[in-house]
């Protein structure tokens, strides 16, 4: 027999089976010694009590054997099928290859930056020389902006796909079980170039091809057709189907589709600062505690209020994580936020941003470079404050409040350097107001968040596309070119690992409908 039900267990029995046995056999009104095997099939903490619990759906095995884990798909050869591009070796890009080697089509992969063992030493030439090369950073190379920014798997979009087969191919390439079943499910980026590198190996194995320093610069449209691309080096690689899976931050890409007069459309975003805090203070404020118990994790928040009419709200927060320098070219500062999979450093962060529609910004209506000129001039902005080398401007959270200049700064996580500035020359008018007024109603809703020991880093503008590329909502064809088809967060489509993976096999399948 196999039945499922809902316990409830402290901190110190969630990962002890016979334990959760004991737990499961009361509620199912059995003995747990006819509970031959325990499978979590979700696991969250609850910490609105006094006591911090975990809350997990199980299914007991009664006097029943255990099946065995899922298996390892097989993935048929493709060496010699049609051929699908696909531009981008972010999570779109990567789960659009895979699921074309399954619909027997062959996927090439372009990626303009390098693999993730390259990577890491233009990362460190970031980090330590404030050094950006424009191809190869946080947002480009392989993995795209996830590998080296968390990997955070938590996503809303569960209905545009299925979320369990995503996560079923990170734990066949690495991830542990864990993110199965947890309500935040996360790998952490010092696991990620591990497992993204596997994942190339797997599309490699099956005859699919994944070339980096490959810079698409050119589409070829042909009768409204596509019919390929041409790389910078002057290459012309030949396919009737075209996947547009190049990240949030390829504003090179817009520009080429605009010179080639293809649609693309001005897009809201977000913008804002990312904030750190002493990972303490959360843990205090969220598990009602002096001391965070050594079964529980780094604690997270997510935080929401309407100020004049706009949302100001909590982004992409990273438990025991570290601020990053994510910018894409010169002279420009953009933040981001990463951790380790235990979420192990002294410091949480997270972007706090407010919203910014087209309203908010002047210009022509049918400009579609409208909101990205705004936000590459209030990232150049925060360059020129923080005085070059990728120095960021930063306040104490009271002091941005309050309209003074920190006198000093806290100890952060962010490696380049911190500059203390008055964000209010950094950011607009209408954006700093309401992140002044959100912060203290913040700490009223969560004790300690609203405090001198937080420290504001400017600026946090990537937090989605502010450019659109359409396309048909049946066919997902871009609606001026047959078999192009935009994809994941740069389009516009995606908002995360998980929801640019799934997007990916969306644009995949309708690619296999398209040539067949």
């Known amino acids: 027999m196999i039945k499922e039900t809902e316990i409830v267990c402290s901190p110190e029995q969630h990962e002890d089976i016979e334990a959760l046995k004991l737990i499961a056999a009361t509620a199912l009104k059995t003995s747990a010694q006819q509970i031959t095997g325990i499978k979590i099939l979700k696991r969250s903490i609850d910490a609105r009590g006094r006591k911090v619990v975990y809350r997990m759906q199980v299914r007991a095995y009664i006097n029943e054997p255990v099946p065995q884990q899922h298996q390892v798909v097989n993935y048929p050869n493709v060496k010699n099928a049609r051929p699908v591009i696909i531009i981008g070796a972010g999570p779109a890009g990567l789960f659009?290859?895979?699921?074309?080697?399954?619909?027997?089509?062959?996927?090439?992969?372009?990626?303009?930056?390098?693999?993730?063992?390259?990577?890491?030493?233009?990362?460190?030439?970031?980090?330590?020389?404030?050094?950006?090369?424009?191809?190869?950073?946080?947002?480009?190379?392989?993995?795209?902006?996830?590998?080296?920014?968390d990997g955070k798997l938590y996503t809303r979009s569960t209905k545009r796909g299925d979320v369990n087969?995503?996560?079923?191919?990170?734990?066949?390439?690495?991830?542990?079980?864990?993110?199965?079943?947890?309500?935040?499910?996360?790998?952490?980026?010092?696991?990620?170039?591990?497992?993204?590198?596997?994942?190339?190996?797997?599309?490699?194995?099956?005859?699919?091809?994944?070339?980096?320093?490959?810079?698409?610069?050119?589409?070829?449209?042909?009768?409204?057709?596509?019919?390929?691309?041409?790389?910078?080096?002057?290459?012309?690689?030949?396919?009737?189907?075209?996947?547009?899976?190049?990240?949030?931050?390829?504003?090179?890409?817009?520009e080429m589709l605009h010179r080639q007069n293809i649609l693309i459309e001005a897009k809201a975003f977000a913008l804002g600062v990312r904030i750190e805090h002493p990972q303490e203070i959360i843990d205090q404020a969220q598990y009602h505690c002096e001391v965070r118990g050594e079964y529980l994790p780094p604690s997270y928040y997510s935080?929401?209020?309407?100020?004049?009419?706009?949302?100001?709200?909590?982004?992409?927060?990273?438990?025991?994580?570290?601020?990053?320098?994510?910018?894409?070219?010169?002279?420009?500062?953009?933040?981001?936020?990463?951790?380790?999979?235990?979420?192990?450093?002294?410091?949480?962060?997270?972007?706090?941003?407010?919203?910014?529609?087209?309203?908010?910004?002047p210009?022509?209506?049918?400009?579609?470079?409208?909101?990205?000129?705004?936000?590459?001039?209030?990232?150049?902005?925060?360059?020129?404050?923080?005085?070059?080398?990728?120095?960021?401007?930063?306040?104490?959270?009271?002091?941005?409040?309050?309209?003074?200049?920190?006198?000093?700064?806290?100890?952060?996580?962010?490696?380049?350097?911190?500059?203390?500035?008055?964000?209010?020359?950094?950011?607009?008018?209408?954006?700093?107001?309401r992140l002044q007024k959100a912060l203290p109603v913040f700490g009223k809703k969560m004790k300690g968040y609203y405090t001198n020991e937080a420290i504001l880093v400017g600026v946090e503008s990537r937090t989605s596309s502010p450019v659109k590329v359409p396309r048909d909502k049946e066919t997902l064809q871009h609606p001026q070119v047959a078999g192009l088809f935009p994809c994941g967060e740069g389009a516009g489509y995606a908002g995360g690992i998980i929801s640019a993976a799934i997007d990916g096999i969306n644009c995949a399948d309708a690619a296999f409908k398209f040539l067949n």
């Open 96 to 149: 659009a290859a895979l699921q074309c080697i399954k619909q027997g089509m062959k996927p090439i992969v372009l990626e303009r930056g390098k693999d993730v063992k390259q990577r890491r030493r233009d990362l460190a030439n970031i980090n330590k020389q404030g050094l950006v090369n424009p191809d190869s950073n946080y947002c480009f190379g392989e993995g795209g902006a996830g590998t080296y920014s």
């Open 303 to 361: 935080l929401v209020e309407q100020v004049d009419d706009r949302g100001v709200f909590s982004f992409c927060m990273c438990p025991g994580g570290i601020i990053a320098p994510c910018a894409t070219d010169h002279n420009e500062i953009v933040v981001n936020g990463w951790s380790p999979s235990k979420r192990n450093n002294p410091f949480a962060n997270s972007g706090t941003v407010v919203q910014v529609n087209l309203e908010d910004v």
């Open 363 to 433: 210009g022509r209506n049918d400009d579609p470079f409208r909101l990205l000129n705004f936000q590459h001039q209030i990232e150049q902005l925060a360059f020129v404050a923080g005085g070059g080398n990728l120095v960021a401007p930063a306040q104490r959270m009271i002091d941005f409040v309050e309209g003074r200049v920190s006198v000093d700064l806290p100890t952060n996580s962010y490696l380049p350097g911190c500059k203390s500035v008055d964000l209010k020359n950094v950011l607009p008018d209408w954006i700093h107001q």
């Open 165 to 254: 087969e995503v996560l079923k191919v990170f734990t066949d390439h690495g991830a542990t079980e864990d993110i199965l079943v947890d309500a935040r499910p996360h790998i952490g980026t010092n696991k990620l170039p591990q497992i993204i590198t596997a994942m190339r190996e797997t599309i490699e194995n099956a005859g699919g091809e994944v070339r980096f320093d490959a810079k698409v610069v050119n589409l070829l449209v042909n009768f409204d057709k596509i019919e390929g691309v041409e790389l910078s080096s002057g290459e012309k690689l030949e396919a009737k189907a075209v996947i547009l899976a190049t990240g949030h931050s390829a504003r090179d890409v817009f």
